[in-house]
């Protein structure tokens, strides 16, 4: 069963394990892990379930594209490591993934 990591912005740390195939998003509101509010419930219409992705995993889990991209464009400090975190799905290629919370969801 493979694990993610939450990191919230002071560090506190949050492991959580999935089931290959379940997204990061519905993982961490499964944990009530905070700082992922997932408003939209997972349909990539939001930004509310922003990541930043830990640089060792960027090359694993992929860059955004397309409409992630574009929702993207309005989240708070988003950069070339964000992701939304309802596109995407575990794997047991991704058992430990590390993705650091923003401080705030817009």
Do not use: K, Y
């Not at 993610?4 to 002071?10: L, R, V, W």
């Not at 959580?16 to 419930?41: K, L, N, Q």
């Not at 992929?62 to 975190?85: C, P």
């Amino acid at each position: 069963m493979p694990r993610i990591i939450f990191i919230e912005p002071d560090g506190t740390e949050h492991i959580v394990e999935v089931d290959a195939g379940m997204t990061a998003m519905h993982a961490a509101i499964s944990r009530s892990v905070p700082g992922i509010d997932a408003d939209c419930g997972g349909s990539c219409s939001c930004s509310t379930c922003h990541v930043h992705v830990d640089p060792e995993w960027i090359e694993r889990v992929g860059h955004a594209t397309g409409m992630e991209e574009d929702i993207l464009d309005f989240a708070v400090n988003a950069g070339e490591r964000s992701r939304l975190s309802c596109q995407i799905h575990m794997t047991a290629a991704l058992d430990g993934l590390r993705l650091h919370i923003p401080e705030w969801q817009r």
